[in-house]
């Protein structure tokens, strides 16, 4: 079953990340994971060797303040059981990667798990924003 089968059109910050299921789950194809990009807009969906993700990122004040993101990230990823790529490159370059890694590609958990971090509070941590 191909992940956007399962798609719905409830916002993504309203639902909760839930466990593969790795005997008929496949990764999201490249028109399914344009269908939710306008819902994590400040994401980019990249094309990794095969396997698509999304990445973001940001510049943090401080080196500290780029550990104080990535807290902030892991207590979010811990609640939804989903578990990002975290950056942190010249010390104040933070990017963020989400895909699903026990299939090798994207989810819907992917896109919920980043739009619940572009909800989060960490405008004080951040000197501007970046994409890339």
């Known amino acids: 079953?191909?992940?956007?089968?399962?798609?719905?059109l409830t916002r993504l910050t309203d639902k909760k990340c839930v466990p593969c299921d790795l005997k008929e789950l496949r990764p999201m194809n490249e028109d399914s994971a344009q269908t939710l990009m306008p819902q994590v807009a400040e994401w980019n969906?990249?094309?990794?060797?095969?396997?698509?993700?999304l990445k973001r990122s940001?510049?943090?004040?401080?080196?500290?303040?780029?550990?104080?993101?990535?807290?902030?990230?892991?207590?979010?990823?811990?609640?939804?059981?989903?578990?990002?790529?975290?950056?942190?490159v010249g010390w104040?370059?933070?990017?963020?990667?989400?895909?699903?890694?026990?299939?090798?590609?994207?989810?819907?958990?992917?896109?919920?798990?980043?739009a619940k971090i572009d909800k989060l509070d960490v405008l004080d941590l951040l000197r501007r924003k970046l994409s890339d």
């Open 58 to 88: 940001w510049i943090v004040k401080t080196f500290s303040k780029g550990l104080d993101f990535f807290r902030i990230v892991a207590v979010l990823a811990e609640s939804e059981g989903h578990h990002p790529d975290l950056h942190l």
């Open 1 to 8: 079953m191909d992940a956007s089968s399962r798609i719905s």
């Open 92 to 114: 104040n370059n933070v990017t963020i990667e989400i895909w699903t890694h026990a299939i090798g590609g994207l989810t819907e958990n992917d896109f919920i798990l980043a």
């Open 45 to 53: 969906l990249v094309n990794d060797n095969g396997v698509l993700k």
